[in-house]
């Protein structure tokens, strides 16, 4: 079964950045599709982004031009590059697969306040 650890959430003033970090293991990682999605206070669960095998990748509407995603299968991991955060962003941060399984991690909160 996959493991994954999400790790990299904090604290930010609004504009302010932050890099995630999901590490797998437990699975060929590389020929996978994988997503972020996070949840905010009160909301559903919600897609952030997703990279494919071949590096393509999508972006939500809510963080296009301000996340990126990206992956190193060399060392199983999934990375969140998030700058130009605003308020909205606070949620948790979750990776899984694309589309999600029922497997997820512990998920790393990241918070934008002033």
Same mark, same amino acid.
């Given at each position: 079964?996959?493991?994954?650890?999400? %790790? &990299?959430?904090?604290?930010? /003033? #609004? &504009?302010? !950045?932050?890099?995630?970090?999901? @590490?797998? !293991?437990?699975?060929?990682?590389?020929?996978?599709?994988?997503? =972020?999605? +996070?949840? @905010? #206070?009160?909301?559903? +669960?919600? =897609?952030?982004?997703?990279?494919?095998?071949?590096? !393509?990748?999508?972006?939500?509407? %809510?963080?296009?031009?301000?996340?990126?995603?990206?992956?190193?299968?060399?060392?199983?991991?999934?990375?969140? /590059?998030?700058?130009?955060?605003?308020?909205?962003?606070?949620?948790?941060?979750?990776?899984? +697969?694309? #589309?999600?399984?029922?497997? =997820?991690?512990?998920?790393?909160?990241?918070?934008? %306040? %002033?």
């Amino acid at each position: 079964q996959v493991q994954l650890v999400e %790790s &990299g959430g904090g604290l930010v /003033q #609004p &504009g302010g !950045s932050l890099r995630l970090s999901c @590490a797998a !293991s437990g699975t060929i990682f590389s020929t996978y599709a994988m997503g =972020w999605y +996070r949840q @905010a #206070p009160g909301k559903q +669960r919600e =897609w952030v982004a997703y990279i494919i095998s071949s590096g !393509s990748t999508n972006y939500a509407d %809510s963080v296009r031009g301000r996340f990126t995603i990206s992956r190193d299968n060399a060392k199983t991991t999934l990375y969140l /590059q998030m700058n130009s955060l605003k308020l909205e962003d606070t949620a948790v941060y979750y990776c899984n +697969r694309f #589309p999600a399984t029922q497997n =997820w991690g512990q998920g790393t909160q990241g918070t934008v %306040s %002033s």
